[in-house]
Nanobody, 125 residues
Framework: EVQLVESGGGLAQAGGSLRLSCAASGFTFDTYAIGWFRQAPGKEREIVSCISSHDGIIYYSDSAKGRFTISSDNAKNTVYLRMNNLKPEDTAAYYC??????????????????WGQGTQVTVSS
């Protein structure tokens, strides 16, 4: 059974940093696309970043570029999202999602069959 467990969320001040972790299990960590999505109250879910097992292809949304860094540790079956220079508008529930049938980074959440339970990020001004 594929499981994704997020951690690392919490409260941060504007300008601060957090590192989210997505610990994956239940599949061989060699073919995957793992994305970070977020959803703020009253807003639609949106892609933040994605990393592919194929040559480490990475995608960032415009809001994440220059501030967030996605990385993977294949030895630990974990994907990280380092978030720097946080802004109040980054406040949301953050979810990692996996597609283990391909390494294509899709911006659409519907293309990811497996999801974690989410971790809350709250940024105060």
């Amino acid at each position: 059974e594929v499981q994704l467990v997020e951690s690392g969320g919490g409260l941060a001040q504007a300008g601060g940093s957090l590192r989210l972790s997505c610990a994956a299990s239940g599949f061989t960590f060699d073919t995957y696309a793992i994305g970070w999505f977020r959803q703020a109250p009253g807003k639609e879910r949106e892609i933040v970043s994605c990393i592919s097992s194929h040559d480490g292809i990475i995608y960032y949304s415009d809001s994440a570029k220059g501030r967030f860094t996605i990385s993977s540790d294949n030895a630990k079956n974990t994907v990280y999202l380092r978030m720097n220079n946080l802004k109040p508008e980054d406040t949301a529930a953050y979810y990692c999602a996996a597609d283990i049938s391909s390494y294509y980074c899709s911006i659409f959440g519907s293309n990811y069959p497996h999801w974690g339970q989410g971790t809350q990020v709250t940024v105060s001004s």
